[in-house]
């Protein structure tokens, strides 16, 4: 069977293989400057349907990748982009996994309320820098259904390059990370090796996310001290530690014993960071699901702490999730002879052969910096006590990146240890 591959990358980026005679591009757009996608049709009760979605698989696919030694972070909201794309031009058997994996409602609700999120992300705002896009990049002489790349173009702005991945594989492979590079102020490179792209290489979509905010109240770079970071029972390391005494300041918080979570908001007041801190450790929290977060959420309240302490880090994480959402319940898509993403061309000839995830994070006393991409691939082959007034980060801890407005998380990572890069 003449099957052809298609290969999801995702870094805070995603890029899928698909070859396109629809509008053509030299770039697909302004990198930073993305262009606004047809909402035309959204509700928001649709709205609130992909979020739901979104936090769901971003925390199922926590607790595949979760490990006590590592440090974790990734864009669930880019992965979910990405594959939607993809979504979009798969049918039967296929299409019904990718939904169960990543709880996509169908394509009818979420087109439109998809769009209506990417639009929302992209307003510009003088307090914070937030931006997603989403590209095709497709082998000049292969040809998809114009119906399909349309849609992708007016629903997701995955407007469509024409590449020579079979005869310049570098200079493809140089055009996409440079187009990358730009999305994500320089923080995520080198996503696409050349040697990933072959003559069967016929579409890659790529989604990237970037952020960079300040917290409403900075810590003082004067009172960071280095101070215990406890990795384990057994093992400790000195970390630059944050400190901010602030008795002004109210942030949302809780304290049921088990866990504590503390609110950081970023200026402009639209998005926040969320850090779950354990009183055990990490690992009880290995199965956190979207429905405890948002009920733990409801319980938070206003509170004056005397101390916050939280450790100085940055780190980057590059993922092959192939195998991952294989494990998770989707391995038709990446079934050389049975998937089915004839939605695209016409024809049961393609499947994805890699999905590639790259992240980066920085966190400091002014604030936090935060990048991501998602890629695929295709191409052919043959009861509450009195609360603690001290939020001390001393040991592992989550932390999710979200938009305040509607819960919607964008990154989501475990600080392990802070030393770790």
Known sequence: MNKKLLGFVIAFLLIAGAGALAAIYLIPYNPEQPPKADDSGYTEQGVRDVINANNEFAFELYSKVNSPENNIFFSPYSISSAMAIAYEG???KTSEEISSVFHYPSPKILAPN??????????????????????????KDYKFLDDYMSKVESRYEGRATNLDFANEPEKSAKTINSFIEEQTNDKIKNLIDSNSITPLTKLIITNAVYFKGRWVWEFDKSETKDKDFKISSSRTVKVPMMHMKND??????????????????????????????????????????????????????????DDIYLPKFEFDTKTMLKETLISMGMPLAFDYENADFSGMNGEKAL???????????????KGTEAAAATAIMKGVTSAAPTPRKIFNADHPFIFIIQDKENGNILFIGKVANPLKK
Not at 351 to 365: L, M, R, S
């Open 90 to 92: 798969s049918k039967g």
């Open 114 to 139: 998809f769009a209506s999120i990417y639009n929302r992300l992209n307003n510009n705002s003088e307090k914070y820098e937030l931006r997603t896009g989403n590209a095709l990049w497709a082998q």
């Open 248 to 305: 002004k300041a109210q942030f949302n918080y809780l304290d049921n014993e088990d866990l504590q979570i503390l609110e950081l908001p970023y200026q402009g007041e639209k998005l926040s960071m969320l850090i779950i801190l354990p009183t055990e450790g990490i690992n009880q929290n290995s199965s956190f699901t979207s429905d405890k977060l948002n009920e733990l959420k409801e319980k938070m309240e206003k509170t004056t702490l």
């Open 351 to 365: 499947y994805i052969g890699q999905v590639i995830h790259q992240a980066y994070v920085k966190v400091d006393e």
